[in-house]
């Protein structure tokens, strides 16, 4: 009995120690001035977590430098897209007006974010650089947040870490109203990263999605099941030594488009093959990318075609699509058994249930961005947190968006049979995900070496699935209602590219390859087709690098599209 009582007392002084661990935040205060306050004596924190209350403000007055462990959490009410009243967090400017970041990572600091929203827009309508800055911490993670209307990095990480997880987060405005889109991205690692989580995450309205600063290996990575829309210029410049990309929704990616002189650095949607000439190197790399889905409303195609590109005077200049990756890639895929590319989804429209893109305003930026005017159209959505005349804020919460979709190919088109992108959406899914997470992961690491729905080398038709060689099972796009020519994929290609194209009608279908002097070098369809989606295989080891045009007549249908081939 005496025993027993020992161990009640020594389990209630625990617990008690757990509470006292714990420090509610006053929203009548900073919060930075409430943490330093927090400290003790030997430099250490009296408290461990700090609370906070839904539908309440709390406010920095400064950037707060962390060298502890720093936990600040808000009620769990489901998923933060969902949470009608979250705790929100925002930083006041500097007394010149100029933004501020809200936590430094000093040596020994880490940070742990849960279940709140965080705005970087201050009420002077400048933006914050950056919400958490890493000098020298050795942990990030933020799960369950909110990040809004930044205008660099929501983090920036110039320190060697251990860990950063960022999961079942949403990030909206990565904020670049004006001329340059680099930047607005959710993080950018300057350094080494032992392992880099990325899972279950809606990226909205986005200058870029991630950023490394250096020629060299930082990352062990996975990416897995997120939504990324509306992304300005070429998604990732991580070099990662091993990485595990798949089951993503990228839509809109990359809509700025490019030109023929923006052929590395811009051009492509990742960069990790950066290495691939650098010796004895891939054996230290191991990749496997495949299961995603990129996607390109072909309003930017038409508006490139049709709009910039008469004002823009040399070819050179022409804006065109950019490519998944490099050339060189296929080097480093015959060099090394541990990197390989499975084939990814490509123009299969989701079909999202709401979609606030503003698409105009998108296409205006192109316009300015290309012609190099003054005028920069907003294309952000409403932000979160909106400052009115006196001072006092705004919640806009949640937004009008709900990117769930209706594409049932879609809905099990990931590696582990679940929907692509973020699975938030998809309540269900995400919990099957989450019980067997540790299959799906072991799996997606032997796909490394044993993938056998791949990419193959040289062949830049193998690298895509698309909707006509697919069946679908949804009845609206089983039968076009009309006819189309689609944009060949790649473009610019060497030595192959696919071309997709409908057929509303039974019917003769022609298309025709001409050079620029409008001189026939190809028929590649010369049949009666039902209707129906198709594609066809242009190989041009014939001929000579430069631009060509292919047509299609089928019935009164006629159109003309130009495709470039680089060898």
């Known amino acids: 009995m005496k025993k027993l009582v020992l161990l009640l007392f020594v389990l209630f002084v625990g617990l008690g120690t757990v509470v006292a661990q714990e420090m509610t935040l006053d929203s009548q205060q900073f919060v930075n001035t409430q943490i330093i306050a927090d400290t ?51 930083q006041t400017p500097s007394s010149e007006g100029t933004a501020r970041d809200m936590i430094n990572l000093n040596q020994g600091g880490s940070v742990v974010l849960r279940n709140i929203l965080l705005t970087g827009l201050h009420g002077n309508d400048v933006n914050i650089s950056s919400f958490v800055r890493n000098l020298a911490g050795y942990k990030i993670v933020w799960d369950n947040c909110a990040f809004t209307d930044h205008r660099d990095h929501c983090t920036r990480s110039t320190g060697a870490t251990e860990e950063i997880t960022i999961t079942d987060c949403v990030f909206i405005n990565g904020d670049r109203r004006g001329s340059s889109p680099f930047g607005g991205m959710p993080f950018r690692l300057d350094a080494e990263c032992l392992q880099l989580t ?138 090394d058994d541990n990197f390989t590319v499975g084939k990814n989804y490509w123009q299969f429209d989701p079909r999202f249930v709401n979609n606030p893109s503003k698409i105009d305003s998108m296409l205006g930026w192109c316009l300015a961005n290309w012609t190099e005017e003054d005028h920069y159209p907003d294309w952000r959505i409403t932000p979160p947190v909106t400052w009115n005349e006196d001072g006092t804020p705004t919640l806009n919460w949640p937004p009008d968006m709900d990117l769930s979709y209706t594409n049932t190919y879609l809905q099990t088109a990931g590696t582990d049979g679940l929907p692509l992108g973020d699975l938030n959406w998809f309540p269900d899914a995400k919990a099957t995900y989450l019980a067997n997470r540790d299959t799906y992961i072991a799996a997606l690491r032997d796909s490394m070496a044993n993938a056998s729905w791949v990419y193959i080398p040289g062949d830049s038709a193998s690298a895509v699935v698309t909707p006509a060689s697919t069946a679908i099972g949804d009845d609206d796009t089983a039968i076009p209602a009309a006819y189309s020519l689609n944009q060949n994929y790649p473009n610019p290609f060497n030595p192959t590219t696919t071309i997709e194209y409908s057929i509303a009608k039974a019917g003769l279908v022609t298309i025709d390859l001409y050079n620029t002097l409008g001189q026939k070098v190809k028929t590649l369809v010369n049949s009666n087709q039902i209707s129906g989606r198709y594609t066809v295989t242009v190989n041009a080891n014939e001929l000579s690098s430069g631009v060509y045009f292919y047509s299609i007549k089928a019935g009164d249908f006629s159109q003309t599209k130009k495709m470039i081939l680089m060898k």
Request: hydrophobic fraction near 35%; glycine fraction near 6%.
């Open 40 to 90: 003790l004596a030997d430099g250490s924190q009296a408290h461990s977590v700090y609370k906070v209350e839904a539908g309440t403000w709390y406010a920095f007055d400064g950037s707060l430098d962390c060298d502890f462990d720093l936990v600040i959490e808000g009620p769990d009410n489901g998923w933060i897209l969902n949470d009608p009243t979250p705790p929100v967090f925002f």
């Open 198 to 335: 990325f899972e279950n995450n809606t990226i909205f309205n986005a200058a870029r999605m991630m950023g490394n600063g250096g020629n060299f290996f930082t990352s062990k990575m996975t990416e897995i099941h997120n939504t990324v829309c509306n992304q300005q210029v070429n998604g990732h410049e991580l070099h990662w030594f091993e990485a595990l990309q798949a089951n993503n929704i990228y839509h809109n990616w990359s809509w700025r488009g490019r030109t023929l002189k923006t052929n590395f650095y811009e051009a492509p949607f990742t960069t990790w093959d950066h290495f691939y000439d650098v010796e004895n190197k891939l054996d230290s790399v191991a990749v496997y990318q495949g299961h995603n889905l990129f996607y390109l409303d072909p309003t930017f195609l038409d508006y490139w075609t049709n709009t910039i590109n008469p004002t823009v005077a040399a070819d050179s200049d022409k804006v065109i699509q950019s490519v998944l990756w490099p050339t060189g890639v296929d080097t480093t895929i015959t060099e």
